[in-house]
């Protein structure tokens, strides 16, 4: 009982009885210290860092590299550039395109000399087209009411009445021999023509009537010259089944006698209009007179065989 009971020991000696507070703390902070000089005594110096090749950096080794790269190109966005010829060709009507080619043509001379030998040569339709196309102009040029035969409306149509004219004069040539050797073509182009003569309006001056008066001169000369041209070729045969004679009288008669060279020609080149071949018109009288003479002497039919038998 006297005894004395053993203190117990501090308690972090129950944890760890082999190291002692002092000598745990002083381990901890010596190795700490020791591993920081070790990793300063490794690390080159800052200039050796700056100076180092990338390549030679472990990190930088071990990744592989592409060979090529690859650049992305930019969308390049729609931009305006002009039509193709083909295509601005068929945005333009038959009047800009004529006024085109004939800009061209002025030019270089010698463009217009190849159009002229490569175009097709114009049908009787076609060109009877323009001329009906400058006639409506002519009609619409004319003021609303009024005296469509004054002064004044002569003078607001005019200039179209003029085209009109012009275009009559330049195309009838081109349908007249030897430039056109077919008489049909020839007369299909004069008889209608001549229609777009007849249809020309009449002024109550008379000057200015002188333009259709010189209209009717230009294609009675015409009408002349075909005729006289196709009753060369088998005896004016197109001239017989064409009925060109009721025709050519029928003009004649709208033109008030104006074409009467005309129906002058045609009874003189071509007789079957008369009932007779050519070249006899003339011999007609003279057979007529003779006749008579041998009836009034007693001596006609003396010539004549006598016929033996039944009748």
Not at 205 to 213: A, S, V
Request: overall charge neutral; some cysteine.
């Amino acid at each position: 009982m006297n005894s004395i009971m053993a203190t117990p020991p501090p308690p972090h000696q129950l944890y760890n009885s082999r190291l002692s507070p002092s000598r745990s703390v002083s381990f901890a902070i010596s190795s700490c210290a020791s591993r920081k000089r070790k990793a300063e005594d490794d690390e080159p110096p800052s200039d050796d860092r700056m100076s180092a090749s990338p390549t030679n950096s472990p990190s930088l080794s071990s990744r592989s590299l592409p060979v090529h790269r690859q650049t992305k190109r930019a969308r390049s966005g729609p931009a305006g550039r002009p039509l193709a010829l083909s295509r601005l060709l068929e945005t333009l009507d038959a009047e800009s395109l004529r006024s085109v080619l004939q800009s061209i043509c002025t030019r270089h001379p010698a463009l217009g000399t190849e159009v002229e030998n490569t175009a097709p040569k114009p049908s009787v339709s076609s060109a009877i087209s323009v001329l009906k196309n400058y006639e409506s102009v002519l009609q619409n040029s004319f003021p609303y009411g009024g005296d469509s035969t004054s002064d004044y409306a002569y003078n607001r149509v005019k200039q179209a009445l003029m085209n009109l004219l012009d275009a009559l004069a330049d195309f009838t040539p081109h349908f007249l021999p030897p430039n056109e050797s077919q008489t049909t073509q020839s007369l299909a182009f004069l008889d209608d023509s001549t229609n777009i003569i007849h249809n020309l309006p009449e002024w109550s001056t008379f000057q200015n009537n002188l333009h259709k008066q010189n209209a009717y001169e230009e294609v009675s000369r015409a009408w002349t010259l075909v005729i006289r041209e196709a009753a060369k070729k088998a005896g004016g045969i197109q001239l017989q089944y064409g009925g060109w004679d009721q025709k050519i009288s029928k003009h004649n008669q709208q033109a008030h006698g104006k074409l009467q060279e005309v129906m002058d020609e045609l009874t003189a080149n071509i007789g079957w209009i008369a009932g007779q071949p050519p070249g006899q018109q003339n011999n007609r009288g003279a057979d007529i007179n003779s006749v008579r003479q041998e009836l009034l002497s007693g001596t006609y039919g003396s010539n004549l065989p006598v016929q033996v038998g039944p009748w």
